[in-house]
């Protein structure tokens, strides 16, 4: 073997190539003058060469495109004779994922007229970087005679050939065509495998028989030493009911169990439970087949655990059975291993890279105590039957504990109802049915919790009740899933657990609506939830009937065109003529289709009732009106509203009524007080005698973060400067709850603002967090008494976005009468404390209405 660089080395591997196929000098010509493009276009690519034939191309990059495959195939359109093909072809044959993706193989084939030939194929490797680049070519392409790609004898017959010879073999898969290069010419070949069928004395070859003339081109076997085989096999309890007298332990195969010859090998059995035991020594053996699987190690705490040990003269067959004689503790050991190494495939075959899963974990059986299951630090643990309970060692329960760690290395700080809801749900999802834990108690006591339940949120329980809400919202979405693809249910069961799993790594603080947004987000292919997801209906209405709604759609979508802007300038006073305010909007088919006889502008002055207008049809999609402006000093809120041609309702903003944009009648907005809080300007801070971390300051924020969220700012609002108002400054690097709020209310109030005779907007930016979304609020004050009494102006509790800086604004008038002596206060608490709880105010601004 050799290594070939730079233009002069091109030049002898050409050499080479004549030597060896002087029947195709034009072709070898071609290879190498293909070979110096190549090192002109990439300086520094390497070729590694075996005998005459290019097996590797590397070194630096050596191809770029638009996407992996895009890379590939433009390589091979420009190279491919560089792999002495002959007279053969490359042709795509799928991808692979290359170490979790950072690199993607795409395959080629190498064919004749659509006929593979026998072992030829390239690989390149791209890598998953911008440009994808082409980082390695590996070729096991082979150079083709040109042959006849139309055979002579039939399929029969070459099988009849091989029989004839060998009446011993049997034919275990159907001929197929393949062309065969051999030294000395290329053939056409009919391939097939053909086995003895023998346990003892074991043959199995592919059989290569010339389509043309009936030759006998190859044996190849593939059976490749003596081995030892056998069969992995037990008795345990059938279906998903417990081990009683009624469903008594049946044999079955055990897959995956760890089989060993003692001080040699060791692999683990198939799915049906045989398995093909290297062993390359002399003389006997000793195979000991043991309670471990490939994702589960059980332990007895009963006794010793199972281990079966037989010696054999290889090449032997041995059979493992184990618990020939059903009892209890036996039978719960083989379920252990059973359905533990079931549920662990489950979830790798939902998510390949699910973290931390890939471990044997100990699975502890018949412990010495009664109607019970529990998960804990990465074990799962089962007790004896007894007191009016079977033992608990059985499918549905084992699932549920196991799905408890899943969770637990998906989303570490999960709550109990999350926990124990989404723990049915891996029970459920595996089996495809709601019932867990059936005939626990006994024969004839049904399920211990059911995914088929009327549990909403928000709910008040423990933790087991609270959790249906999930496991409910998940069922209900399945089944909504599998009456929209009634005749394909395995898809719709495939991405409803896609959802169940993946949406464990998003790690949700709670059971709340914030998992339906998360379970949306999963399914979309757009990046736009509001304009619907692939299956935005079957999940709203499956999380909708456990009060976990979905966020509402755009079904057309609504383009402001003009709109007033932040004040309108009124009538003057003895005017005649009053000034409109314009307002008008495109709407766009999005999963509806616009119905443009339906579009209404909603609006309310000062707060009163709501009045509506039809806006005017203009062109395709345009509508347009127009409103008088109200009198100096009102307030003016609006919305819009536009209808599909099935009447389903579009509002912008998508929150209508809850949300308006609004704009105000007035000649000035005159700023009279405005804090970015880069300076002092006056506020106080006042705190309850509870308090004993948290209280608000003024400086730069050092963010902190809990579970991935941000608790505490990591920088000021986007005003100028760099400072805010906060509750409480930690060291640098130090804990998420260091300096977080802890009892309270902690206030922090601003100075005394001057509004009397007449009317004012206060705006501000709030930030908002607490980790476990229950209690603590965030809570914004007004009072014209100069603090004596205080009126609530809005209440913010955490749902999952509040951690941001929030843009707010109200009008004085609407909590109280403007005088001199207006001041705002800002307060939270954690009380009790039990969560991190942190709040921000910034850019605090007063804008004066000023009218005639």
């Known amino acids: 073997m050799r290594f070939i660089r730079g233009f002069f080395g091109l030049l002898l591997v050409a050499g080479a190539f004549a030597l060896a196929h002087a029947q195709a000098p034009s072709m070898l010509q071609a290879q190498a003058e293909l070979a110096q493009r190549l090192q002109r276009e990439y300086p520094g690519v390497l070729v590694y060469t075996e005998g005459d034939q290019v097996r590797r191309v590397w070194g630096k990059p050596f191809g770029y495109g638009s996407s992996a495959l895009d890379t590939a195939q433009a390589f091979v359109n420009q190279y491919a004779e560089l792999f002495?093909?002959?007279?053969?072809?490359?042709?795509?044959?799928g991808v692979q994922d290359v170490m979790r993706g950072k690199f993607t193989a795409v395959y080629f084939q190498q064919v004749v007229d659509g006929i593979p030939v026998d072992k030829g194929e390239l690989t390149l490797l791209v890598r998953e970087t911008e440009g994808y680049p082409l980082a390695l070519a590996s070729s096991a392409v082979r150079f083709v005679n040109p042959v006849s790609t139309t055979p002579k004898l039939d399929p029969d017959a070459a099988v009849a050939i091989v029989q004839k010879l060998r009446p011993d073999l049997h034919a275990d898969t159907k001929p197929e065509l393949m062309v065969y290069p051999a030294e000395e010419a290329t053939h056409l070949a009919w391939a097939f495998s053909v086995d003895r069928h023998s346990l003892e004395n074991p043959e199995r070859y592919r059989v290569f028989v010339d389509a043309h003339t009936g030759a006998l081109l190859e044996w190849r076997s593939e059976i490749y030493y003596a081995d030892i085989t056998g069969q992995t096999r037990g008795y345990a309890t059938p279906g998903l009911r417990p081990d009683t007298t009624a469903n008594p332990p049946q044999l079955r195969t055990i897959p995956k169990l760890r089989v060993s010859v003692v001080g040699g090998n060791?692999?683990?059995?198939?799915?049906?439970?045989?398995?093909?035991?290297?062993?390359?020594?002399?003389?006997?053996?000793?195979?000991?087949?043991?309670?471990?699987?490939?994702?589960?190690?059980?332990?007895?705490?009963?006794?010793?655990?199972?281990v079966l040990e037989q010696t054999v003269n290889p090449p032997a067959f041995v059979d493992f059975l184990f618990n020939s004689t059903p009892t209890e503790l036996n039978t719960a050991q083989i379920n252990g291993l059973i359905h533990t190494q079931i549920v662990y495939d489950f979830v790798k075959s939902i998510n390949p890279n699910y973290p931390g899963v890939d471990i044997q974990i100990p699975c502890n059986v018949n412990i010495n105590n009664t109607c019970n299951a529990y998960y804990s630090n990465r074990t799962i643990n089962f007790y004896r039957a007894g007191g009016s309970c079977v033992n608990t060692c059985y499918s549905t329960v084992v699932y549920h504990e196991y799905g408890h760690f899943v969770i637990a290395m998906g989303h570490p700080n999960a709550s109990g109802d999350y926990h124990e809801g989404i723990a049915d749900v891996t029970a459920a999802f595996l089996t495809v049915d709601p019932c867990l834990g059936i005939e626990f108690q006994g024969v004839g006591t049904g399920c211990i919790r059911n995914s088929v339940n009327n549990r909403t949120h928000p709910c008040s329980g423990g933790v087991h009740f609270c959790g249906q809400v999930i496991s409910g919202a998940f069922w209900q979405t399945w089944l909504e899933m599998r009456n929209r693809y009634a005749s394909n249910p395995?898809?719709?069961?495939?991405?409803?657990?896609?959802?169940?799993?993946?949406?464990?790594?998003?790690?949700?603080?709670?059971?709340s609506p914030q998992i339906t947004i998360d379970v949306l987000t999963l399914d979309d292919n757009d990046g736009d939830i509001y304009n619907g997801t692939p299956h935005y209906q079957q999940i709203a209405t499956g999380f909708a009937r456990h009060n976990l709604p979905a966020p509402q759609i755009d079904w057309v979508r609504i383009e402001p065109v003009s709109l007033p802007g932040a004040f309108v300038v009124p009538a003057a006073p003895g005017g005649f003529a009053l000034p409109l305010m314009r307002f008008a909007v495109r709407v766009n088919d999005l999963v509806g289709q616009r119905d443009m006889n339906a579009v209404f502008l909603h609006y309310r002055v000062n707060r009163g009732a709501w009045q509506t207008v039809r806006m005017n049809r203009v062109g395709t999609n345009g509508a347009m009106t127009a409103v008088p402006v109200p009198p100096c000093g009102s307030s003016f809120e609006y919305y819009f509203e536009a209808r599909d041609t099935q009447a389903r309702a579009t509002y912008y903003p998508r929150g209508g009524a809850n949300a308006p944009l609004s704009t105000l009648a007035a000649l000035e907005m005159a700023v009279v007080f405005e804090d970015t809080f880069e300076t002092s300007l006056g506020w106080s801070t006042q705190n309850d005698s509870s308090l004993t971390a948290g209280a608000w300051t003024r400086d730069i924020p050092r963010g902190t973060t809990q579970n991935g969220l941000q608790a505490n700012p990591?920088?000021?609002?986007?005003?100028?400067?760099?400072?805010?108002?906060?509750?409480?400054q930690g060291s640098v690097g130090g804990a998420v709850g260091e300096a977080d709020v802890d009892g309270g209310p902690t206030y922090?109030?601003?100075?005394?603002?001057?509004?009397?005779?007449?009317?004012?907007?206060?705006?501000?930016?709030?930030?908002?967090?607490?980790?476990?979304?229950?209690?603590?609020?965030?809570?914004?004050?007004?009072?014209?008494?100069?603090?004596?009494?205080?009126t609530r102006v809005e209440t913010v509790a955490f749902t999952g976005s509040e951690n941001r800086w929030v843009p707010r604004r109200f009008r004085v008038s609407d909590y109280v009468a403007p005088t001199a002596q207006v001041r705002v206060r800002f307060g939270t608490s954690d009380n009790p404390n039990d969560s991190v709880v942190e709040a921000g105010v910034d850019h605090f601004v007063v804008r004066r209405i000023v009218c005639p």
């Open 748 to 790: 922090l109030i601003s100075p005394v603002l001057n509004l009397a005779g007449g009317d004012a907007i206060i705006e501000y930016y709030r930030w908002f967090y607490n980790g476990t979304q229950l209690n603590d609020t965030f809570w914004v004050e007004i009072s014209n008494d100069n603090g004596a009494t205080w």
């Open 84 to 93: 002495a093909p002959g007279a053969s072809t490359l042709t795509l044959n």
């Open 490 to 511: 395995q898809y719709a069961l495939e991405r409803v657990r896609e959802w169940y799993l993946n949406s464990i790594l998003i790690r949700p603080t709670g059971i």
């Open 714 to 728: 990591g920088a000021d609002s986007p005003d100028t400067g760099s400072r805010c108002a906060f509750t409480g």
């Open 266 to 306: 060791s692999i683990f059995s198939g799915i049906d439970g045989a398995f093909t035991l290297p062993f390359s020594g002399t003389g006997s053996a000793t195979v000991r087949a043991e309670l471990i699987g490939t994702g589960v190690r059980v332990s007895n705490q009963a006794g010793s655990t199972l």
